[in-house]
């Protein structure tokens, strides 16, 4: 075998490949051979086909399949030859596969790139701590109170907080248009699930109560015919249901799996619950940090069939939330539109796989079993779960990937720069506490002012 490499630009790599005649062809004779044991033809007895005409008719077929094999395996060869690293599949052209000559091929593909961890104490992190305080608990058992709270019909009239049930039917300068009717269209006062003057102009209506109600739509309403229109809607509320939360009682810690202990347990278990989100949330936000850091104090060209991948890769998952085949007819997103997030995502990744290398990092199984423990906790049967995350080998490779990924993070905050940011428990569970704050633009103008007067009276 014969190879040649050409630098075709960056990344890009061109192998031209030649396997030799003679083995090509004892390649094809020893298939041709093959076949000719075990095809049925008619007038022929089986294994005793004549190899010409077996040659014949598959010779042609035979030599095609034989050379993608002999390709496949010869760009194998001349890649480790080279000692080179494909970052993707190749793009092969034949170049010459007439019978009694060379085999000759390209392999078109892009490699890694090299490059060296650049000197990692330059990564600033922000660190939120904070604790699990009395009013986060209280703040907390209310809002899950809310989560199952409850409503009954009432006379009085509609208060913020109630769900309130109405017809209606809308006008614009006298006219109807699409979407005008509604009848028996339930919403929460004050909850903006509907137009703000319609949410504002029901509170304080009684049932049966009618009620014409100025409405402008939004300059950004769904509906663009809408946007900025005055409407006027003749609304009558058929049904008012005022909210109760649940007591804190036996039947209320029940539904969260509390039998004994009564509300000591039951706020037992809502604060280590709270104490792990809060631990989780700090951890994935200095994780942020950090693989952002690593990002940004590297600078390498990337290999565009990854960027290309992992756009499409962003594109398909931003598609399925959005609730849109991506086989369907309807307008896709261009995957342009992400090559920023993707550029960011493989460079991130390529720099962890060098730190892994660098420093010889292996996976810590007591950490992946730390962890398999906490995601199995919350579960009534945390055991099952153990079990099913270590009989599943591609959910305990995630994890295991996850584990070095935070090993990597723990090797980098070892020498980076580390401000501690105290915060309460809202601020790290939202993430506001590591969010930068807003520069004031007009303190900033300010600012340039003084400085140009001060340098005019200089």
């Known amino acids: 075998m014969q190879v040649s490499i050409e630098t075709t630009g960056g990344l890009q790599r061109r192998l031209k490949i030649a396997v030799a005649a003679e083995s090509f062809e004892h390649r094809i004779n020893e298939r041709l051979k093959e076949t000719s044991q075990r095809v049925k033809l008619d007038g022929f007895r089986p294994g005793k086909v004549p190899f010409k005409e077996v040659r014949r008719r598959f010779g042609a077929s035979v030599r095609q399949e034989v050379a993608q094999e002999m390709i496949q395996s010869s760009y194998m060869d001349a890649v480790q030859k080279e000692e080179l690293a494909p970052a993707g599949s190749p793009e092969l052209e034949v170049i010459n596969m007439d019978v009694g000559a060379d085999l000759e091929f390209t ?13 990692l104490s330059q990564v600033s992190v922000k660190r939120p701590e904070g604790i699990v305080r009395d009013e986060d608990l209280d703040g907390m058992i209310e809002r899950l109170r809310q989560e199952r ?31 005008s009717k509604g009848e028996e269209v339930a ?12 949410d ?77 989100e809060l631990k989780a949330a700090a951890r994935g936000q200095v994780k942020r940090q950090v693989l952002d850091g690593l990002s940004e104090i590297h600078e390498f060209q990337l290999p565009q069939s990854l960027v290309e991948n992992e756009s499409e890769t962003l594109r398909t998952q931003m598609l399925q939330q959005l609730r849109i085949d991506p086989s369907s007819e309807k307008p896709q997103l261009p995957s342009d539109l992400f090559s920023g997030e993707a550029e960011k995502r493989v460079r991130i990744g390529l720099v962890v796989n060098r730190i892994v290398e660098t420093c010889d990092l292996k996976v810590d ?94």
């Open 200 to 276: 504002v102009g029901v509170s304080g209506m009684s049932v049966s109560g009618n009620k014409l109600i100025s409405v402008k739509f939004p300059d950004e309403y769904q509906d663009e015919k809408l946007q900025g229109q005055e409407a006027v809607f003749d609304l009558t509320v058929t049904k008012i249901e005022a909210p109760h939360l649940p007591e804190l009682d036996e039947k209320f810690f029940s539904s969260f799996g509390i039998e004994e202990g009564g509300e000591q347990a039951f706020r037992n278990q809502v604060h280590e619950n709270m104490q792990r």
């Open 365 to 458: 199984e007591d950490r992946v079993r730390e962890r398999v423990d906490e995601l199995s906790k919350p579960y009534d049967q945390p055991e099952q779960i153990v079990n099913w995350y270590y009989s599943n080998e591609t959910q305990l490779r995630q994890i295991q990937l996850s584990v070095l990924e935070d090993q990597v993070v723990d090797q980098v905050l070892d020498v980076a720069q580390i401000e501690v940011v105290e915060s309460d428990y809202d601020d790290i569970v939202s993430g506001r506490a590591t969010v930068p704050e807003p520069v004031d633009s007009s303190h900033e103008e300010d600012a340039q002012g003084t400085t140009e007067d001060s340098t005019e009276e200089t």
């Open 107 to 119: 392999a078109t593909f892009e490699v890694f790139p090299k490059f060296d961890v650049s000197d």
């Open 187 to 198: 919403f929460l006062v004050g909850e903006g699930q509907m137009i703000e003057d319609l």
């Open 149 to 179: 709270k409850h409503f009954h019909e009432t006379e009085r009239p509609a208060e913020i907080g109630d769900r309130v049930t109405v017809d209606f039917e809308g006008t614009i300068a006298g006219e109807l248009f699409e979407g």
